[in-house]
């Protein structure tokens, strides 16, 4: 009897029996992340993609996901857990690091179960620079994620003061 309300429930309703059970796994919210990590020398931005860039994604003090760049500078991690706000990091040897802070807020009160998000970065190459260990601690750019919008909105206020720190830095090496 049990089976044949379950098969009711699956024809008529739509409803998968894990999902009728309750099964916290069918409601769990997953984020696609895929971008290009490119790396440029100050202050030019138009660089190659960089083979082997890491970018590893951090919530609650725990790295929760990472991936590393193809040939190409692309990378994609497929199964990325929401949580409100997360950390991404990209590095790769010879370059600055970024962190960058993600509020994915609205993401968790929309009914949608899966986002894909598009996130290219730049990496300048390191020569070995004094002054720029602030890259290390903290984030270079903080976004939140408009769902209805399907896009970034940025603090660009933010971005720009850390972009002018960072260019403080990287012009006192070229100017000597």
């Known amino acids: ?27 769990k919210k997953m984020i696609q992340l895929s971008g290009k990590i490119t790396s440029a020398v100050w202050p030019d931005t138009l660089g190659k993609g960089i083979k082997k860039g890491l970018v590893e994604a951090f919530a609650d003090g725990k790295r929760i ?21 997360m950390q991404l990091v990209y590095k790769a040897d010879g370059h ?8 994915m807020t609205e993401f968790g009160d929309d009914n949608a179960q899966q986002v894909q998000l598009e996130l290219d970065i730049v990496l300048y190459q390191d ?11 903290k984030p270079f750019g903080r976004g939140k ?21 960072l260019d403080e830095v990287l012009k006192a090496y070229y100017e000597e």
């Open 1 to 27: 009897m049990r089976n044949l309300a379950t098969l009711l429930m699956v024809l008529i309703l739509g409803i998968s029996p894990v999902l009728a059970q309750g099964d916290p796994k069918a409601a």
């Open 65 to 85: 996901a990472m991936d590393s760049a193809s040939s190409s500078g692309q990378y994609k991690i497929k199964k990325l857990p929401y949580y409100p706000t």
């Open 96 to 103: 600055l690091q970024k962190i960058i802070d993600v509020d």
């Open 127 to 137: 020569k070995q620079y004094l002054g720029v260990n602030f890259l290390k601690t």
């Open 145 to 165: 994620y408009l769902i209805k919008k399907k896009q970034w909105d940025w603090d660009k206020k933010y971005k720009e003061e850390m972009r002018i720190r």
